[in-house]
T-cell receptor
Framework: KQEVTQIPAALSVPEGENLVLNCSFTDSAIYNLQWFRQDPGKGLTSLLLIQSSQREQTSGRLNASLDKSSGRSTLYIAASQPGDSATYLCAVRRRALTFGSGTRLQVQP | GAGVSQSPSNKVTEKGKDVELRCDPISGHTALYWYRQRLGQGLEFLIYFQGNSAPDKSGLPSDRFSAERTGESVSTLTIQRTQQEDSAVYLC??????????????FGPGTRLTVT
């Protein structure tokens, strides 16, 4: 059974810092990995999707990497802003998505 | 439509009642998924539809839960004889395809179910 773990569970940083969120998964037989953000009381917003054949994806200040063989992904956020405050979820897909428990990020102004 | 829509946005029901939750996927998306998120917990997969194939029901927690999908459009998740532990946000997602491919899933805003 696939298990997804995210570290740290919570993170508080001052505005402007670069930061890294970690995700690990136990079964490397995945089609893709997605990073989402979840704001309180709202649904999920997809940030980046990395296909199993890819190593990384970039969107603006976000960069996600995937090392499928070791079962790891990182989400790098550059020059963090208070608007980045949210819970970040990592999910891997075989058929449906298996989610990690998330990293709750607080960026202080 | 522009995105995945779900209704109602909030539902409060008494223990023992049946509830129906609705999902309208993005037009043209053949795959549809239901997940739930209980308070303080991660998202759990419930059920998945792909085209005309038999649905993958492996995530349904009990036989009180069922779901239907009309063709490649709207889906309804039904919970019979609701229990307090069914209280959660129920999220629906859709994607262009699924099996053997790497399609991105798009999520609706969810239905917050509270069982009193």
């Amino acid at each position: 059974k696939q298990e997804v773990t995210q570290i740290p569970a919570a993170l508080s940083v001052p505005e402007g810092e670069n930061l890294v969120l970690n995700c690990s998964f136990t079964d490397s037989a995945i089609y893709n990995l997605q990073w989402f953000r979840q704001d309180p009381g709202k649904g999920l917003t997809s940030l980046l999707l990395i296909q199993s054949s890819q190593r990384e994806q970039t969107s603006g200040r976000l960069n996600a990497s995937l090392d499928k063989s070791s079962g790891r992904s990182t989400l790098y956020i550059a020059a963090s802003q208070p608007g980045d405050s949210a819970t970040y979820l990592c999910a891997v897909r075989r058929r449906a998505l298996t989610f990690g428990s998330g990293t709750r990020l607080q960026v202080q102004p | 439509g522009a995105g995945v829509s779900q209704s109602p946005s909030n539902k409060v029901t008494e223990k023992g009642k049946d509830v129906e939750l609705r999902c309208d996927p993005i037009s043209g998306h053949t795959a549809l998924y239901w997940y739930r998120q209980r308070l303080g917990q991660g998202l759990e997969f419930l059920i998945y539809f792909q085209g005309n194939s038999a649905p993958d029901k492996s995530g349904l927690p009990s036989d009180r839960f069922s779901a239907e999908r009309t063709g490649e459009s709207v889906s309804t998740l039904t919970i019979q004889r609701t229990q307090q532990e069914d209280s959660a946000v129920y999220l629906c997602a859709s994607s262009l395809g699924s099996s053997g491919s790497s399609y991105e899933q798009y999520f609706g805003p969810g239905t917050r179910l509270t069982v009193t």
